[in-house]
Structure formats: C-alpha cells, structure tokens
C-alpha cells in the first residue's frame, strides 16, 4: 500500500488548511485510516482517526473542535480540515493505514512520506 500525503504549508495563527492522503496499490483493504503528527523533538502522536467502513472518527484532545477527519469512500482518500491553527500545530503530519481491525489510534501498518505544516504566530 502507497499512501501519498499534500496540503501542508506555511499559515498564520488562526488559519487553516486541509491535507489528503490517497491510498493506492494492488488488492489492499483499509480498516482504518489516520493522521499523527511529529513536532521537532517530539515523538510521534495521534492526530485523528477514521473507521473506513463507518466513518467512526476518533481525535486528540488537542484538536477535538478544530481538526474534522473524513474520507471519500470511492477515491480511498482521507482528509483532515485543520481550521483555528495554533503554532503549536507546527508539525511534520503523516498519513497512516490499517488493514486490520485494530486501535485506531496506535496501531497502523502503512505510512505516508509526511507533510510539513508550519503556524506562524
């Protein structure tokens, strides 16, 4: 499985921005979906996530009420809507996929190249 990450970029405090993650490849199912994110110096964390099948989405504390995570079922595409973005946001954001029905927020198999988003305050 390929995932492909974009959107990332450059917003002021306040702002906001939206990254896709397309999945590709031969004969693959997806169980769940998500996003993590990796601050400079900072392990990697949990964003949000997202039952393929049911659209079930699970989030951060830290982003619950700003970030909305969401799929287009006929494209295999996940989305994350990033709306009031903090510097505190800034962060290497990376796409993730699970074939298995698993945690949704720890346990995935595929991983996207990451993308770079940066809120300047």
């Known amino acids: 499985v390929q995932l492909q990450a974009s959107g990332g970029g450059l917003v002021q405090a306040g702002g906001s921005l939206r990254l896709s993650c397309a999945a590709s490849g031969r004969a693959f199912s997806i169980y769940n979906m998500g996003w993590f994110r990796q601050a400079p110096g900072k392990e990697r964390d949990f964003v949000a996530g997202i039952r393929w099948r049911t659209g079930f989405a699970a989030y951060a504390d830290s982003v619950k009420g700003r970030f909305t995570i969401s799929r287009d079922y006929a494209k295999n595409t996940v989305y994350l809507q990033m709306n009031s973005l903090k510097p505190e946001d800034t962060a290497v954001y990376y796409c993730?996929?699970?074939?298995?029905?698993?945690?949704?927020?720890?346990?995935?198999?595929?991983w996207g190249q990451g993308t770079q988003v940066t809120v300047s305050s």
């Open positions: 993730a996929c699970d074939p298995a029905a698993r945690s949704i927020v720890n346990d995935y198999e595929y």
